[in-house]
């Protein structure tokens, strides 16, 4: 995929953003990994989704009007078999209709395998230009702040700082019985957000927000599951 026309088309049709099925094509673009995924027009393209991709698989919806999808019920995951993603894409849009008369479709994707939700991010500082964030995803980033930046762009010494300098590492590296994630695969990501070669300085000027929210990290893979590009209108 041609990640500038993708932008200039986004940006030709009067958007800002890029919609989660872009973003996550870019994203798989600079080599990050993305679950496979399919966007449907509805409910009656279930079963067909269903036998194209490997369950469980998760639905979402795809609306311009609404940016936090799991707020308004627009996100189902789990779903095993071709009925219960039929049922669950019918749930989704009687759950949005109050929210908007634009949906552009559904986001069919497979599940990522388990793991800790962290949070990417890119952004544009007035002072500094673009730099790179880092974080656990929910209550860590928007109750406790724990978060790391760096300034664009980032060594692969800089990436490791951000993991080992959060208050929450410790969840990361397993305390409570939880998974040991592959910080080499959350390097790995920092890198392609955030390095000599990154997204981040690769699409300055175009992009000036990213938003992984949340990067889910197993003992051995990063998968984005969530992407928002702010785009540069001008
Ligand atoms: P939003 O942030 O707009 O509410 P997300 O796309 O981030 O929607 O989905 C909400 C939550 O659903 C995620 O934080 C994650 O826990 C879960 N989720 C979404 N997509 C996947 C996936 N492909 N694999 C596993 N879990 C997912
Ligand atoms: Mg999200």
Do not use: W
């Not at 088309?9 to 995924?37: C, H, M, W, Y």
């Not at 995803?137 to 930046?149: C, K, N, Q, T, Y």
């Not at 300034?151 to 397993?174: F, S, Y």
């Not at 990501?189 to 000599?196: C, D, F, H, P, R």
């Amino acid at each position: 995929m041609d990640v500038n026309a993708c932008i200039a088309d986004a940006v030709s049709s009067g958007r800002d953003t890029l919609d989660e099925g872009n973003g996550k094509k870019v994203l798989g673009s600079f080599g990050i990994k993305v679950p496979q995924s399919l966007l449907v027009p509805g409910p009656d393209a279930a079963g067909d989704a269903f036998s194209q991709l490997q369950a469980p698989l998760v639905a979402k919806i795809v609306s311009p009007d609404i940016i936090h999808k799991s707020d308004i019920g627009g996100v189902k995951v789990g779903l095993d078999s071709a009925e219960s993603l039929e049922q669950a894409l019918r749930e989704i849009e009687t759950a949005a209709k109050p929210h908007t008369d634009n949906i552009g479709g559904y986001l069919v994707e497979e599940m990522a395998p388990k793991g800790h939700e962290v949070v990417v991010g890119g952004s544009t500082d007035q002072t500094f230009g673009p730099i790179v964030m880092f974080g656990l995803g929910g209550i860590f980033v928007e109750v406790l702040a724990d978060v790391a930046f760096r300034i664009c762009p980032i060594t692969t010494l800089d990436a490791q700082e951000m993991i080992d300098e959060l208050k929450t590492v410790k969840l990361l590296r397993g305390a409570r019985g939880g998974i040991v994630a592959s910080e080499d695969a959350i390097v790995d990501t920092l890198m392609k957000v955030g390095g000599e070669e990154g997204m981040m300085l690769a699409l300055e000027g175009k992009v000036t927000e990213i938003d992984i929210n949340p990067l889910i990290v197993s003992e051995s893979e990063a998968v984005a599951v969530d992407a928002r590009f702010v785009l540069n209108k001008d």
